[in-house]
């Protein structure tokens, strides 16, 4: 659990709709560092991920993601990942040398936060089913790479955030 760049480098995994991003910016406000989400990064780059999945396909997405999430802990701070970033195993070989959070939700608490779109592995019937199993299939993954789970399901994000950046300082 090193880092090169900022000594409070932390990474925030888990399924879509976890809380990632809103989590991740509240943390990275507190401990005072840059917050950094690969997906943004990869939208910037290269276009809206749903046209990139439609185009290219879900490995070429994976490459260009696993790049930017080596770019994002080369420049340090907090750094939220897309759902599915821990499916490729180059992305959880970068991942090895840096504290790992793994955001939980239940399924009751994703059920209206799927709602938007822009989601292309949700697309379909039932939304909610296909996260289901999704999560199913990754959770291995993610406690694989993760050093500690939060659940955001109830409490408020900035609760979360806080417990999270205290978490992290006591693992400097
Ligand atoms: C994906 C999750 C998305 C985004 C892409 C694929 C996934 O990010 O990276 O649509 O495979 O779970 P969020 O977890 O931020 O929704």
């Known amino acids: 659990m090193t880092s090169e760049a900022d000594p409070l480098t932390l990474v925030l995994v888990g399924p879509m709709a976890a809380g990632k991003t809103s989590v991740g910016r509240r943390?990275?406000?507190?401990?005072?560092?840059?917050?950094?989400?690969?997906?943004?990064?990869?939208?910037?780059?290269h276009g809206p991920i749903?046209?990139?999945?439609?185009?290219?396909?879900?490995?070429?997405?994976?490459?260009?993601?696993?790049?930017?999430?080596?770019?994002?802990?080369?420049?340090?701070?907090?750094?939220?990942?897309?759902?599915?970033?821990?499916?490729?195993?180059?992305?959880?070989?970068?991942?090895?040398?840096?504290p790992v959070v793994f955001l939980t939700v239940t399924d009751e608490a994703v059920a209206e936060r799927i709602t938007g779109g822009g989601r292309p592995l949700l697309e379909g019937d039932d939304p909610l089913e296909r996260w289901k199993r999704i999560f199913e299939e990754r959770r291995g993954w993610y406690d694989e790479v993760a050093d500690v789970t939060f659940d955001t399901s109830r409490r408020p994000m900035q609760r979360i955030a806080d417990d999270i950046a205290t978490w992290r300082r006591e693992h400097a």
């Open 27 to 45: 943390v990275a406000r507190r401990l005072g560092v840059g917050f950094i989400d690969t997906d943004r990064r990869v939208a910037a780059e």
């Open 50 to 98: 749903p046209e990139i999945f439609a185009e290219h396909g879900e490995e070429h997405f994976r490459a260009l993601e696993r790049a930017a999430v080596a770019a994002a802990l080369q420049e340090g701070g907090v750094v939220s990942l897309g759902g599915g970033a821990v499916t490729d195993a180059g992305t959880r070989a970068l991942l090895r040398a840096h």
